[in-house]
């Protein structure tokens, strides 16, 4: 700090970056405000409408009621819905970790000619629009009778979340030391000894993500599910838009209510999620 | 899109042995994941060239020539780029001076940092619906403006354009902030704390140390905050006017395919959607190159 001392002092007060000047601070703020403050205003029109017995022309409802979260919990089916969703979600999330754990090793210990290729193939299905290779997809699906069945539901959204599972844990799997691998090599340990009691252990954190954020993408993405899922093999979400897009013949309130449920499984699992890994440090070890 | 197996081999003999010689036993566990990349993906975009180019009559290419000629189709390309353009611009403009600030210490950091990141547990369809409750001819925004005597009639922003643009702001943001929010925090601090004791102010640090330095980064944000704008698919149908002005190619795609069970037409659309989108992403990378990145 001797070093710091020594500069002159109208520098010296410049040099304190870590707080920003005083107007960006309040700038920030007002925008942050502005974007909360529609943010908050969108949720909440949906949380009151959930619990809105009449609403006509007013600020706020006239009356309260609890009877859309019954009604709608048996007009859409949700005693299905729900289990359809979280197998699906769970299966994804496993199959995904199964195929990308032994990937990501061998992309992130194995010097291989090619493995620019594989690395930008994987990045393929994450970037290109889930629509396009969806529609083929679901007519393939549907032409092996697959369509409306859970099986087809699982396969469709496992083509964005295993490269995704790869390219996330590929960094992490990079950041164990391998000479504690070789260490236990030489104590005679095998390949499959070596994974379950060197590698995922150290790897529970990437693990942990990874995974959390598969299932919040399963649960959430639509547009998959929504091209192959028949009425038995229907998710929250894909559920919440039939619900939406047929408006009109629905209680707008028993919709609102079915969307209050979705929003509050996804919170508690995001929720559950963040006390295990910082998504802002996760990301950075990441890229 | 060649796995390692594919690569083009060395013209001799010997060399191809040294060549396969490289591939170590780690390299088999890549196996499941290639053949899973293989069967659910390549094969499927594959296919769908093939169903593109057998349409249920004419020749091969007349679904191509179709989309280019029916304007019903063709303006789909115009209404995606009209949404993902300012969507994306927007985005980035939103996150790049909050990640920058984010690497600061200042009180409430870390509360900003948890409410931008928010609305990833919203989902798509969740934003959608909550957008058309509030914005809505008889919402609370409307309802506010009205009361205020700052608008006679009630705005119209649910059902058309605008309704979507914000449902994309709403959506993505969080994933363009956390990601420019990593690449921001990854930049060494020391760089700039040379400047400062060079005398470089706030404002001069930024534009020639900061933001140079982050520009590789920004780029593949942009990259990734237009590979999200462009696929926007269910808010187009939920908040937007989907046989209107927000009947992106998405939507065109799914219309033919699950609406007029034209499967052949729903693949050509997909495909020039992932052609278009990959050019873009094509160009933006290639514009990173032409300006100058710093050695650092």
């Keep these: ?287 | 899109m060649s796995s390692p197996a594919a690569a083009p081999p060395k013209p001799r003999r010997s060399r191809v042995k040294q060549f396969l010689a490289r591939y170590d036993r780690a390299a088999l566990l890549l196996l499941p994941a290639l053949v899973f990349l293989v069967a659910l993906f390549i094969y499927p975009m594959l296919y769908g060239v093939q169903l593109s180019l057998n349409p249920a009559e004419g020749g091969p290419f007349s679904n191509y020539v179709e989309f280019w000629s029916d304007p019903f189709l063709r303006d789909s390309v115009w209404f995606t780029f009209r949404l993902a353009i300012p969507g994306t611009l927007i985005n980035v403009a939103i996150a790049l001076p909050l990640a920058v600030l984010m690497r600061g210490r200042f009180r409430g950091k870390q509360f900003i940092a948890s409410a931008l990141i928010f609305p990833i547990v919203l989902g798509s369809v969740l934003i959608g619906k909550g957008l058309l409750n509030y914005l809505g001819p008889a919402g609370w925004l409307n309802r506010t403006l009205e009361t205020l005597g700052i608008i006679d009639q009630p705005l119209v922003l649910t059902g058309n354009y605008w309704g979507v643009l914000l449902a994309i702001i709403i959506a993505d943001l969080p994933f363009v902030f956390l990601l420019l929010l990593s690449y921001a925090s990854g930049l060494d601090e020391d760089v700039e704390k040379a400047a400062a004791v060079h005398g470089a102010g706030p404002w001069q640090r930024f534009s020639k140390i900061t933001f140079p330095l982050l520009l590789p980064g920004l780029v593949t944000t942009t990259a990734l905050a237009f590979v999200l704008a462009f696929g926007t698919f269910p808010s187009a149908l939920i908040v937007g006017d989907p046989s209107g002005e927000t009947r992106t190619m998405g939507i065109a795609a799914y219309r033919a395919a699950f609406q007029d069970f034209d499967y052949s037409m729903a693949s050509t659309v997909s495909m020039l959607m992932a052609a278009i989108e990959l050019l873009v992403v094509a160009i933006i990378f290639a514009l990173r190159r032409r300006v100058h990145t710093p050695t650092t």
């Design chain 1, 1 to 287: 700090m001797a070093a710091v001392e020594t500069v002159p002092r109208e520098i010296g007060q410049d040099f304190e970056f870590g707080e920003p000047r005083r107007w960006v601070r309040t700038l920030v703020w007002v925008m942050l405000a502005f974007f909360g403050i529609h943010l908050l205003a969108t949720i909440a029109s949906v949380l009151v409408n959930s619990f809105a017995g009449q609403w006509f022309d007013t600020w706020l409802p006239t009356s309260w009621t609890l009877r859309w979260f019954s009604q709608s919990w048996t007009e859409f089916g949700l005693s299905q819905v729900l289990p359809v969703t979280f197998f699906v979600g769970l299966v994804v999330v496993l199959v995904s970790l199964l195929i990308a754990v032994p990937a990501a090793y061998a992309l992130a210990r194995s010097q291989m000619p090619g493995k620019k290729y594989v690395l930008l193939a994987l990045a393929l299905p994450v970037i290109v629009p889930t629509i396009t290779y969806g529609v083929p997809l679901a007519t393939l699906i549907y032409g092996l009778g697959l369509g409306g069945q859970l099986i087809g539901v699982i396969l469709i959204n496992l083509v964005p979340a295993v490269p995704f599972a790869i390219l996330v844990l590929t960094p992490f799997m990079e950041a164990i030391d391998p000479r504690i691998e070789h260490a236990a090599r030489m104590c005679g340990a095998r390949t499959a000894t070596i994974f379950r009691r060197i590698v995922v252990p150290l790897l529970r954190n990437g693990l942990l993500a990874v995974g959390i954020m598969l299932l919040v993408r399963a649960l959430g993405t639509f547009d998959l599910t929504f091209l192959v899922a028949g009425p038995d093999s229907q998710t929250l979400v894909v559920a919440l838009y039939y619900a939406v897009s047929a408006a009109g013949f629905r209680v707008n309130q028993s919709i609102d209510a079915m969307a209050v449920l979705y929003m509050a499984t996804n919170f508690a699992l995001l929720a559950f999620a963040f006390r295990y890994v910082n998504p802002a440090r996760m990301m950075a070890r990441s890229s």
